[in-house]
């Protein structure tokens, strides 16, 4: 084995992940303190968080960036290195988690022990197997009243159809928890006057260790061939025979064994067993393989995908990359594959939240950041000229909530342009258009938008008077239009226009698509993308109030030209005319983004919460328990969602909470469509 391979095998690029206030950044502050990157304890709720660096995330005591830091942890002697990025836990800043889940190798899943698997928890979970990530689970908060480990074991099991495999027990629960049983020593871990201590099992956890024991290996033996081998000999499995077959299970694709561990982080308990365990069974880079790179490897072509882009006040702006394969070295030119574009390497750095450390070179495995990286944006791939690489990229999803802003002076204006111009290269799910004069961007909730406005004015000094937050409409068709013939002729002396077009439309589920089926050379071939090019941008404006079109299909028939007065402008317009045409006759439709909501509430508010929803044109999926409360599942267009954190205070006494997440665009009813249109 090269040292290459070898250092490459202790090496662990991990994220963490939850629902919001499940204590993910709280965990990720004490993984620093116990590896020795960290001498004190930096806490969300005094705003001193160390991965929680930007003012917003101080002041608002959330995490909103997804902030990485190297650390080292030794087990049984040998050091690894683990490479973490701590992601955000609410909804607006979901695509935070989308695009580090796609560079890194495993992940720790965090659950409130008391709430258990709540909505954004599901959200994450779906977004890690869409990518194959690994992921071991952590019931946190298990200090707590109310808190219930094997609830939260059976909400894995039922809500997010995975395997739970329970490594530890709890030692108490709430005010009297202690520390965890570790399942496969046979121990306890504890922390008496916050030393971590290993010692016997508890007498009266005897029996419960060896049940749950047993069902450990029995789980085991289901799923993998050696320890079946075993348990139908009778055998019991070594502790090493153990660890290796859960390993095995934890890295292998498709498979939906999942460790769970549990503690408090924030009573120190149960972090150094989670550290042991994301060393022992999440995998390494060695274990992961991208197509088109293979095993990663320093010795062979390098091969990097940019992630994130980041502005820093000092340096300007960096790229956030991870290293497949090969070294990427300071000075260096690479191939941006995506673009065709050279590149120049100018300096690299290991990342710790917002400090940085300069390095002359990093190799397959790393995730550091590029500076002089001028064209590269987000999920583009940086590769070897003389060996092009297409890395997978990333699928971002469109706003569902807009505002307009508008710069208070002159002065304003050009720091507005350079604001966004920054914002709209860091996060892929800000988006920008004019409208009527007026800039409008849009973002992926209120909070969003909330926290992009302040990051304006603070960070780029942009004086600007923001309107109300409003709903991002989409239209689309319902029907197919088999055909539309469409002329565009312009003569005003000198060379005119000239582009005929025939196209049919269809209603497909998502998107848009484009189809060339003219043959003969009806239409010269440099023309067709033209063609395209007018039917995107109608696109941008639907006929029925000027909203975004999804979910169309063009196809391109047939046409004619004109040897002199034809051109790529005059097909553009005829494309753009004709697809207007065959929208108006296709039966257009507005749609609203609807919003998967869930209310937590006391019992006897339940029926003035319900129907309240239903007011609101919603509908109720389902009810249920937990911890003593109803919870309310529900389907509500988000028109209807301003100003309900105050009506939902107002019902319940202050006692409600809710959460809300994007679930899909829907038809919005004609009466209300009527109305929305008529506005404008």
């Known amino acids: 084995m090269t040292a290459t391979f070898l250092a490459l095998a202790k090496v662990r690029n991990i994220g963490i992940m939850a629902h919001i206030d499940a204590g993910k950044t709280t965990t990720a502050e004490r993984i620093l303190f116990f590896t020795g990157v960290s001498h004190r304890i930096g806490e969300v709720h005094d705003g001193a968080a160390a991965l929680d660096f930007m003012k917003q995330e101080r002041d608002r005591g959330i995490t909103i960036t997804s902030a990485a830091t190297t650390c080292h942890w030794t087990l049984d002697g040998v050091e690894h290195t683990i490479n973490l990025i701590d992601t955000p836990g609410h ?5 935070e988690v989308e695009r580090c889940l796609r560079v890194l190798d495993g992940a720790v899943t965090v659950f409130d022990g008391v709430a258990g698997v709540e909505p954004q928890s599901e959200t994450v979970w779906r977004q890690a197997d869409r990518y194959g990530v690994p992921r071991i689970c952590f019931v946190n908060k298990l200090d707590r009243a109310g808190a219930d480990f094997h609830r939260c074991v059976d909400m894995i099991r039922a809500r997010l159809g995975a395997v739970p495999l329970v490594m530890q027990l709890p030692i108490g629960s709430g005010a009297e928890f202690e520390g965890v049983v570790d399942l496969v020593s046979g121990r306890a871990h504890v922390w008496p006057d916050g030393d971590h201590t290993v010692v016997d099992v508890p007498a009266g956890l005897a029996e419960d260790a060896r049940r749950w024991r047993g069902a450990l290996i029995e789980t085991v033996a289901e799923h993998d061939e050696e320890v079946m081998g075993l348990y139908l000999d009778g055998a019991e499995p070594s502790q090493e025979q153990l660890h290796a077959a859960i390993r095995r299970l934890t890295v292998a694709s498709g498979v ?16 150094q067993p989670l550290l042991d365990a994301v060393v022992r069974y999440l995998p390494s880079p060695l274990d992961v393989e991208q197509p088109g790179v293979g095993t990663a490897s320093d010795e062979a072509p390098p091969a990097a995908l940019a992630f994130k882009i980041m ?66 944006t987000t999920g583009e791939t940086l590769c070897d000229d003389a060996h092009p690489v297409f890395l997978e990229s990333m699928d971002f999803p469109d706003p569902v909530i807009e505002v307009a802003i508008e710069p208070r002076s002159k002065g304003d204006r050009e720091k507005l342009g350079a604001a966004i111009q920054r914002l709209s290269e860091e996060d892929p799910s800000f988006r920008v258009h004019e409208e009527n004069g007026q800039t409008v961007i849009g973002g992926m909730g209120e909070l969003h938008l909330e926290i992009l406005v302040d990051r304006m004015k603070e960070e780029f000094g942009v004086g ?28 005003t002396g000198g060379k005119g226009q000239y582009a005929k077009v025939q196209i049919s439309l269809e209603p497909i589920e998502d998107g848009y698509e484009f189809v060339n089926r003219v043959t003969g050379g009806r239409i010269p071939k440099e023309f067709i993308p033209s063609v395209d090019a007018g039917c995107q941008e109608a696109m941008q404006t639907g006929v029925l109030a000027g909203h975004e079109m999804t979910g169309v299909r063009v196809t391109l028939l047939d046409g004619d030209f004109h040897s002199i007065d034809s051109s790529e402008l005059a097909f553009k317009i005829a494309g753009s005319m004709a697809f207007k045409e065959a929208v108006r006759r296709a039966s257009p439709v507005l749609l609203e983004p609807v919003m998967a909501v869930e209310v937590t509430l006391p019992e006897e508010y339940l029926g003035s919460v319900i129907g309240d929803l239903n007011a609101r044109r919603g509908r109720v999926e389902g009810t249920g328990e937990r911890t003593g409360a109803r919870v309310v599942r529900a389907l509500v267009p988000l028109s209807e969602m301003f100003g309900y954190v105050g009506a939902l205070r107002g019902m319940t006494s202050g006692r409600g909470v809710f959460t809300m997440q994007f679930d899909r665009y829907a038809e919005v009813p004609s009466s209300v469509a009527e109305r929305i249109v008529s506005a404008g």
């Open 464 to 491: 600007a008077n923001v309107g109300r937050p409003r709903v991002a409409y989409r239209e689309t068709v319902r029907r197919r239009v088999d055909k539309v013939d469409l002329t565009h002729r312009k003569q």
């Open 91 to 95: 909804v607006d800043f979901t695509i």
């Open 311 to 376: 502005s820093d006040r000092f340096l300007g702006r960096l790229t956030f990359v991870r290293i497949y394969s090969g070294r990427l070295v300071s000075g260096a030119s690479v191939l941006n594959s995506v673009k065709s574009r050279k590149e120049r390497i100018g300096k690299i750095y290991r990342v710790h939240a917002d400090r940085r450390e300069e390095i002359e070179s990093a190799g397959a495995g790393d995730i550091v950041a590029v500076m002089g990286l001028k064209q590269t």
């Open 256 to 271: 939906t064994v999942t460790p769970v561990f549990c503690g408090s982080a924030f009573k120190d308990k149960g972090v």
